[in-house]
Protein backbone atom coordinates (compact mmCIF):
# COMPACT_ATOMS: atom_id res chain seq x y z
CA UNK A 1 0.00 0.00 0.00
CA UNK A 2 1.13 3.90 -0.63
CA UNK A 3 2.90 4.50 2.69
CA UNK A 4 3.82 8.13 4.19
CA UNK A 5 7.60 8.72 3.53
CA UNK A 6 8.28 7.90 7.16
CA UNK A 7 6.12 4.75 7.18
CA UNK A 8 8.18 3.85 4.23
CA UNK A 9 11.71 4.49 5.37
CA UNK A 10 11.10 3.33 8.99
CA UNK A 11 12.04 0.05 7.55
CA UNK A 12 16.14 1.20 7.55
CA UNK A 13 16.16 2.46 10.77
CA UNK A 14 13.95 -0.26 12.71
CA UNK A 15 14.73 -3.18 11.19
CA UNK A 16 19.04 -3.11 11.80
CA UNK A 17 18.03 -2.17 15.66
CA UNK A 18 15.81 -5.12 15.73
CA UNK A 19 17.99 -7.34 14.36
CA UNK A 20 21.12 -6.37 16.39
CA UNK A 21 19.06 -6.48 19.46
CA UNK A 22 17.41 -9.95 18.81
CA UNK A 23 20.87 -11.35 17.96
CA UNK A 24 22.48 -10.16 20.96
CA UNK A 25 19.78 -10.98 23.45
CA UNK A 26 19.71 -14.65 21.80
CA UNK A 27 23.64 -15.10 21.94
CA UNK A 28 23.63 -13.64 25.69
CA UNK A 29 20.99 -16.01 26.78
CA UNK A 30 22.64 -19.11 25.07
CA UNK A 31 25.99 -18.90 26.62
CA UNK A 32 29.07 -17.79 24.13
CA UNK A 33 30.04 -22.04 23.99
CA UNK A 34 27.07 -21.94 21.49
CA UNK A 35 28.00 -19.04 19.44
CA UNK A 36 28.70 -21.28 16.20
CA UNK A 37 25.44 -22.69 16.29
CA UNK A 38 23.67 -19.39 17.07
CA UNK A 39 25.64 -18.01 13.77
CA UNK A 40 24.16 -21.11 11.74
CA UNK A 41 20.63 -20.44 13.30
CA UNK A 42 21.15 -17.20 11.88
CA UNK A 43 22.75 -17.89 8.47
CA UNK A 44 20.03 -20.28 8.11
CA UNK A 45 17.48 -18.28 8.61
CA UNK A 46 18.61 -15.64 6.28
CA UNK A 47 18.58 -18.71 3.30
CA UNK A 48 14.87 -19.40 4.17
CA UNK A 49 14.01 -15.73 3.80
CA UNK A 50 15.14 -16.09 0.40
CA UNK A 51 13.02 -18.33 -0.46
CA UNK A 52 10.08 -17.20 1.34
CA UNK A 53 10.68 -13.84 -0.47
CA UNK A 54 10.35 -15.78 -3.96
CA UNK A 55 6.93 -17.82 -2.84
CA UNK A 56 5.02 -14.58 -1.53
CA UNK A 57 6.36 -12.36 -4.38
CA UNK A 58 4.95 -15.08 -6.75
CA UNK A 59 2.00 -16.66 -5.08
CA UNK A 60 0.52 -13.75 -2.82
CA UNK A 61 1.58 -10.73 -4.00
CA UNK A 62 0.56 -11.97 -7.28
CA UNK A 63 -2.60 -13.82 -6.77
CA UNK A 64 -3.63 -13.19 -3.56
CA UNK A 65 -6.94 -10.69 -4.04
CA UNK A 66 -6.71 -7.51 -2.34
CA UNK A 67 -2.82 -7.98 -1.84
CA UNK A 68 -2.38 -8.41 -4.85
CA UNK A 69 -3.95 -5.05 -6.28
CA UNK A 70 -1.59 -3.23 -3.72
CA UNK A 71 1.29 -5.14 -5.83
CA UNK A 72 0.00 -3.82 -8.85
CA UNK A 73 -0.04 0.01 -7.80
CA UNK A 74 3.89 -0.81 -7.56
CA UNK A 75 4.06 -2.00 -10.74
CA UNK A 76 2.18 0.96 -12.04
CA UNK A 77 4.00 3.68 -10.31
CA UNK A 78 7.33 1.67 -9.22
CA UNK A 79 8.69 4.65 -7.88
CA UNK A 80 5.96 5.66 -5.43
CA UNK A 81 6.36 4.76 -1.97
CA UNK A 82 4.53 1.46 -1.56
CA UNK A 83 5.44 -1.22 0.37
CA UNK A 84 4.66 -3.00 3.44
CA UNK A 85 3.58 -0.63 6.87
CA UNK A 86 6.55 -1.95 9.40
CA UNK A 87 3.99 -2.68 12.12
CA UNK A 88 2.45 -5.47 9.28
CA UNK A 89 5.67 -6.86 9.11
CA UNK A 90 6.54 -7.02 12.24
CA UNK A 91 3.53 -8.48 13.82
CA UNK A 92 3.53 -11.53 10.68
CA UNK A 93 6.99 -12.39 11.84
CA UNK A 94 6.35 -12.40 15.47
CA UNK A 95 3.70 -14.79 14.60
CA UNK A 96 5.17 -16.98 11.89
CA UNK A 97 8.77 -16.85 13.07
CA UNK A 98 9.53 -15.81 17.04
CA UNK A 99 6.62 -17.76 18.30
CA UNK A 100 6.31 -20.92 16.82
CA UNK A 101 10.32 -21.37 17.27
CA UNK A 102 10.28 -20.36 20.74
CA UNK A 103 7.51 -22.75 21.51
CA UNK A 104 9.46 -25.40 19.62
CA UNK A 105 13.39 -24.63 20.58
CA UNK A 106 13.41 -21.89 23.55
CA UNK A 107 13.86 -17.97 23.55
CA UNK A 108 17.73 -17.82 22.32
CA UNK A 109 16.98 -19.62 19.16
CA UNK A 110 13.88 -18.15 18.85
CA UNK A 111 15.62 -14.72 18.83
CA UNK A 112 18.74 -15.58 16.50
CA UNK A 113 16.25 -17.10 14.22
CA UNK A 114 14.18 -14.41 14.29
CA UNK A 115 17.32 -11.86 13.93
CA UNK A 116 18.08 -13.56 10.73
CA UNK A 117 14.54 -13.39 9.35
CA UNK A 118 14.77 -9.86 9.54
CA UNK A 119 18.15 -9.22 8.15
CA UNK A 120 16.65 -11.14 5.37
CA UNK A 121 13.63 -9.08 5.31
CA UNK A 122 15.70 -5.93 5.48
CA UNK A 123 18.08 -7.12 2.55
CA UNK A 124 14.85 -7.79 0.43
CA UNK A 125 13.39 -4.17 0.91
CA UNK A 126 17.18 -2.55 0.76
CA UNK A 127 17.69 -4.26 -2.51
CA UNK A 128 14.02 -3.40 -4.25
CA UNK A 129 14.34 0.58 -2.73
CA UNK A 130 17.75 0.52 -4.75
CA UNK A 131 16.36 -0.98 -7.53
CA UNK A 132 14.23 1.64 -8.31
CA UNK A 133 15.92 4.57 -6.75
CA UNK A 134 19.57 4.06 -7.34
CA UNK A 135 21.64 4.14 -10.49
CA UNK A 136 24.78 1.61 -9.37
CA UNK A 137 27.72 1.31 -11.34
CA UNK A 138 27.10 -1.29 -14.73
CA UNK A 139 29.12 -4.16 -12.89
CA UNK A 140 28.44 -6.23 -9.31
CA UNK A 141 25.86 -7.17 -7.72
CA UNK A 142 23.27 -4.00 -7.65
CA UNK A 143 23.03 -3.95 -11.04
CA UNK A 144 22.24 -6.89 -11.76
CA UNK A 145 19.64 -7.45 -9.58
CA UNK A 146 18.66 -3.99 -10.37
CA UNK A 147 18.56 -5.63 -14.56
CA UNK A 148 16.67 -8.64 -12.96
CA UNK A 149 14.16 -7.07 -11.23
CA UNK A 150 13.46 -4.05 -13.97
CA UNK A 151 12.86 -7.99 -16.25
CA UNK A 152 10.26 -8.54 -13.78
CA UNK A 153 8.12 -5.49 -14.77
CA UNK A 154 8.08 -6.03 -18.35
CA UNK A 155 7.05 -9.77 -17.63
CA UNK A 156 5.32 -10.10 -14.27
CA UNK A 157 5.45 -14.41 -15.49
CA UNK A 158 9.41 -14.82 -14.31
CA UNK A 159 12.22 -13.34 -11.75
CA UNK A 160 10.05 -12.73 -8.37
CA UNK A 161 13.48 -13.02 -7.01
CA UNK A 162 14.88 -9.56 -5.35
CA UNK A 163 17.50 -10.24 -3.56
CA UNK A 164 18.81 -13.02 -6.12
CA UNK A 165 17.86 -15.39 -8.70
CA UNK A 166 18.03 -18.51 -6.80
CA UNK A 167 15.13 -19.75 -6.78
CA UNK A 168 13.79 -18.66 -10.04
CA UNK A 169 16.88 -20.54 -11.09
CA UNK A 170 15.18 -23.82 -9.24
CA UNK A 171 11.82 -22.99 -10.01
CA UNK A 172 12.51 -22.43 -14.01
CA UNK A 173 11.25 -19.03 -13.83
CA UNK A 174 14.39 -16.90 -14.43
CA UNK A 175 14.67 -14.47 -17.61
CA UNK A 176 17.36 -11.95 -18.47
CA UNK A 177 17.33 -8.75 -20.51
CA UNK A 178 19.53 -9.33 -23.63
ZN1 LIG B 1 9.68 -3.45 -8.04
ZN1 LIG C 1 5.78 -8.24 -8.77
Redo the contacts with the bound molecule.
Keep these: MLLTRIGYYSDFFVYPVLIAVLGAVGVTHAGAKEAVAYIAIFLGSLALWTLLEYIL?RFV??HLPYIMEM?EQ??REVRALVGTPIWISVTLIVCFVFLPVFWLAGFATASVATSGFMAGYLWYVSVHHMAHHWHPAHNGYLYSVKRNHAM??TD?ANN?GVTSLFWDRVFRTMRRLR
Design positions: HLHHHHHHEF
